[in-house]
């Protein structure tokens, strides 16, 4: 293979995975690791990535911009359902509590929630709300404040605040961005805040983000590998990125 060649594989990659190692590409591409640092380098130049410690990540990885929830609906649902039935293993029994964070994943997870079990739900996002209104054995309390067009979630010191009586046995969050170095992030600080909030609130934390956002790090970091107990993806991820998880001590349960 030329590096030309190479090179083009090795963007590829970036994209199709959001981060990837020099190791994992030196054995990958069968060539050592000052080659791929050196592909790496020109791949940077031409603005086709980014170098981070360890390997590269998207240009664009790094970034403010939010994309909305409509469109999050719309994008790797088979991932985000497979996901959502695993973490119905983490769901409190009977006359349990749980938080539920705004955004596609979670909202999977608020499809499936057993009929059958009586739950306290609490949510600051108006989608999940309406639909958690009309389910049998779901006791729902909507964590009200400034709303966002663009999340369609209560943020603000009101949701804050409401957040900071709660105690609940688990905090189902989603997330933009994980890296093991960077923790767990999003671009939106307001958002960044309300979801601290429902960390505090939880005995349990578990994050629910499919593998596109994995490798990815914004703006804001909400939380550190420490304060997350569970990160449940796809099938898709890296499997360097789920041993460096795991070793920063976040259990990760692959759907």
Same mark, same amino acid.
């Given at each position: 293979m030329y590096a030309e060649e190479r090179q083009q594989a090795i963007a590829g990659l970036v994209a199709d995975r959001g981060r990837v190692a020099v190791t994992a590409l030196a054995e990958e591409f069968g060539v050592t690791t000052e080659t791929v640092r050196r592909d790496l380098a020109?791949?940077?130049?031409?603005?086709?990535?980014?170098r981070v410690h360890g390997g590269a990540v998207p240009a664009g990885a790094l970034t403010y911009v939010e994309t909305a929830l409509s469109e999050r609906h719309g994008t790797r649902g088979e991932q985000k359902r497979k996901i959502a039935a695993a973490a119905l293993d983490l769901l409190p029994g009977a006359d349990g509590s749980l938080l539920l964070d705004g955004g596609s994943s979670t909202a999977a997870l608020?499809?499936? /929630?057993?009929?059958?079990?009586? /739950?306290?739900?609490?949510?600051?996002?108006?989608?999940?709300? =309406?639909?958690? #209104?009309?389910?049998?054995?779901?006791? /729902? *309390?909507?964590?009200?404040?400034? +709303?966002? @067009? %663009?999340?369609?979630?209560? +943020? @603000?010191?009101? $949701?804050? #605040?409401?957040l900071a009586d709660l105690r609940v046995d688990?905090?189902?969050?989603? =997330?933009?961005?994980?890296?093991? !170095? *960077?923790?767990?992030?999003?671009? !939106?600080?307001?958002? $960044? #805040?309300?979801?601290?909030?429902?960390?505090? $609130?939880?005995?349990?934390?578990? &994050?629910?983000?499919d593998s596109s956002k994995l490798g990815r790090e914004h703006l804001v970091r909400f939380a550190a590998p420490a304060d997350v107990d +569970?990160?449940?993806? !796809?099938? !898709?991820?890296?499997?360097? %990125?789920? &041993?460096r998880l795991e070793d920063a001590g976040v259990e990760v349960v692959v759907a």
């Open positions: 020109v791949l940077e130049r031409a603005g086709m990535l980014r608020a499809e499936l /929630l057993p009929g059958d079990r009586r /739950l306290f739900v609490a949510t600051h996002s108006v989608p999940l709300a =309406a639909r958690l #209104s009309t389910m049998p054995g779901v006791s /729902l *309390h909507v964590v009200g404040g400034r +709303v966002r @067009g %663009l999340t369609q979630c209560a +943020v @603000g010191e009101q $949701a804050i #605040s409401t688990v905090a189902f969050l989603g =997330a933009n961005g994980i890296t093991a !170095d *960077h923790g767990f992030s999003t671009p !939106d600080e307001a958002e $960044a #805040s309300v979801k601290r909030a429902m960390i505090r $609130a939880g005995q349990r934390v578990v &994050v629910l983000a +569970v990160l449940v993806t !796809d099938a !898709d991820v890296d499997p360097a %990125l789920v &041993v």
